[in-house]
């Protein structure tokens, strides 16, 4: 199993990004995905989920009508498009897998497999 994140970089106040997290290894479509992130000395936090059918997603407060998580099942990608990036976002970025439903969708526990981290850097 493999989630290979990328698409990080330094980026202005204001920017966008968009990051991609390609999985292998797994049958994707029965997985929901998630991205997760943690700057230095904090918790790893919730950004985003979307469900293994792309019918639900969800968000954290934090990046609500800024962040847009997405799916391509023929490619076993997802995506994380980031808009209007503040300083606040920065932070390493990680996508995660996982084979069960649920609400427990914002909790790091709740997810089987991980990716390396890609970081997202916010700053003038």
Wanted: hydrophobic letters at 30%; one cysteine or more.
């Amino acid at each position: 199993v493999q989630l290979q994140a990328s698409g990080g970089g330094l980026v202005h106040p204001g920017g966008s990004l968009r990051l991609s997290c390609a999985a292998s290894g797994f049958t994707f479509s029965a997985y929901g995905m998630g991205w997760f992130r943690q700057a230095p000395g904090k918790e790893r936090e919730f950004v985003a989920h979307i469900n293994w059918s792309g019918s639900s997603t969800f968000y954290a407060d934090s990046v609500k009508g800024r962040f847009t998580i997405s799916g391509d099942n023929a490619k076993n990608t997802v995506y994380l498009q980031m808009n209007s990036l503040k300083p606040e976002d920065t932070a390493g970025y990680y996508c995660a897998a996982r084979s069960r439903g649920g609400g427990n969708y914002y909790s790091p526990a709740a997810y089987d497999y991980w990716g390396r981290g890609t970081q997202v850097t916010v700053s003038s």
